[in-house]
């Protein structure tokens, strides 16, 4: 499938908190990347490596590779709800899928199990993650009955290794790590908090958590999160139409970037220059009078930006201590 060309919708001043004091507006220029209505979109992830970008729809159980060169896309259905997706070869990804996770061959659309932690069960799935420097795959879960402090977050030492790393958690959600590879940044939404963990990169160790970001209710739930080249923030505001900035050091927001969906889910920092950033949106949780203003809902959005991102990493068992 050839995706027609972008189609720029508005140029966005971003919203900045409190006085502007001296410093300079940021100006965003959003627009559609793919305008199919993802019933919940996800997973946004750039690989640096071979110029595409990976997401998926939750719901609607699809796993979408976009070349943004050439406007090509594919599209790979999954025999169940897939919770995020990393890359781990220029040909393979692995996907966590309700039951497990899975590698997944793009090519020939192979799909091999490869392991589940014994505290997964039926009435969870698996959610957001992302590989850490080290090439770990840390990936968390949610209840599928709306159950509290019931799910976890894992790390996937290697392919037939995943360990429990937190419990208690609601919905796990974004991920990120500093750029000297120290501090974790984790996020269990109904908490709205971004917690700071200290990092042992060699051996995936984490310390004692402290509150980075305490999010505002006005500004939505934390969902996805990115990390840009000054180790600031940008997390995803599911029922807040936006993606926010944030400094962990302060917990201060720095800027924020309106998109035009109310539930938006996901982002990467993209491009050769990692000056570009895709956005993943849900359709669902918006009531009809919401979709008047935000027809657009559920689609991928590509935001350019003044600011310099981080390119993902993929998974890798390499340079490991176990």
Not at 89 to 112: F, N, P, Q, W
């Amino acid at each position: 499938m050839t995706m027609r060309k972008l189609m720029p919708l508005f140029l966005i001043i971003s919203l900045l908190s409190g006085c502007m004091g001296n410093k300079k507006e940021q100006i965003a220029i959003v627009e559609i990347a793919d305008s199919t209505f993802n019933s919940l979109g996800e997973g946004a992830l750039w690989d640096a490596n071979t110029g595409r970008l990976f997401y998926i729809d939750i719901i609607g159980k699809n796993l979408f590779v976009l070349d943004p060169d050439s406007g090509n896309k594919e599209t790979h259905e999954l025999p169940s709800m897939p919770g995020t997706v990393v890359v781990s070869g220029d040909d393979e990804v692995l996907l966590a899928l309700e039951d497990g996770i899975y590698r997944y061959t793009l090519s020939d659309r192979k799909l091999t199990f490869l392991v589940c932690p014994p505290q997964n069960d039926s009435t969870q799935r698996f959610n957001d993650g992302k590989c850490g420097p080290a090439g770990r795959f840390w990936v968390g879960t949610m209840s599928l009955q709306g159950d509290k402090e019931r799910s976890h977050l894992f790390c996937m030492e290697n392919d037939t290794l995943i360990t429990m790393k937190l419990d208690g958690v609601t919905i796990s959600n974004g991920i990120v790590w500093s750029s000297d590879g120290k501090h974790m940044y984790y996020i269990d939404t109904p908490t709205r908090k971004v917690m700071e963990f200290s990092f042992v990169q060699e051996t995936g160790k984490i310390g004692k958590p402290r509150v980075a970001v305490s999010v505002h209710d006005s500004l939505g739930s934390p969902d996805g999160m990115a990390i840009d080249a000054n180790d600031n923030l940008w997390v995803c505001m599911w029922g807040g139409s936006a993606v926010c900035c944030f400094d962990p050091e302060t917990g201060e927001l720095i800027d924020r970037v309106k998109v035009p969906a109310k539930n938006v889910t996901s982002c990467s920092f993209a491009g050769k220059n990692l000056k570009e950033m895709y956005v993943t949106t849900a359709r669902v949780g918006t009531s009809e009078d919401e979709l008047k203003l935000f027809p657009y809902a559920g689609s991928l959005f590509k935001v350019t930006l003044k600011y310099t991102g981080t390119a993902p990493n993929r998974y890798s068992v390499n340079n490991r201590v176990f």
